[in-house]
């Protein structure tokens, strides 16, 4: 009995790190999220880290790859986060994005936090689809 409780204890405290960072990683996504809608990609670039703003370098160049190769993204109908999930040292979150011909896709954010919060450092398009940016 004893060491039932002790596994259940240490699986809670080995999974706390990411559940106590779910709310302020899924308010960065939603928030680019919202930039998008609003075509704000100025805003929607901020929340990206500095890798994939130095490979974007602008705004503009950024938001045109969103809307080529993530519409899903740039005009979700709905937008479900499932789980975060710590991979390799990576949090990584799942969401569920329904575009607006119905289809649904899921896709992982790869997350980093910085002095300046968290930033959004990937975006995987999971089952089959297109691979990453």
Sequence with gaps: MRSVLFAGVSVF???FPAIAQREPV???IGSQI???LNNDTETAFS???PAIRRIFGTPDRFGEMVR???PMVWR???VRYLQLREVAGS???RVMVTDEQGAVHLLDYQMINLES???INAVHLLKGQDESV
Excluded: D, N
Aim: hydrophobic residues 50%; charged residues 10%.
């Design 68 to 70: 080529q190769g993530y």
């Design 47 to 49: 929340y990206a880290s």
């Design 13 to 15: 405290l080995l999974a």
């Design 76 to 78: 979700p109908v709905e």
């Design 91 to 93: 949090l990584w979150q």
């Design 117 to 119: 919060g968290w930033k």
């Design 34 to 36: 919202s930039a998008f």
């Design 26 to 28: 899924t308010a960065v």
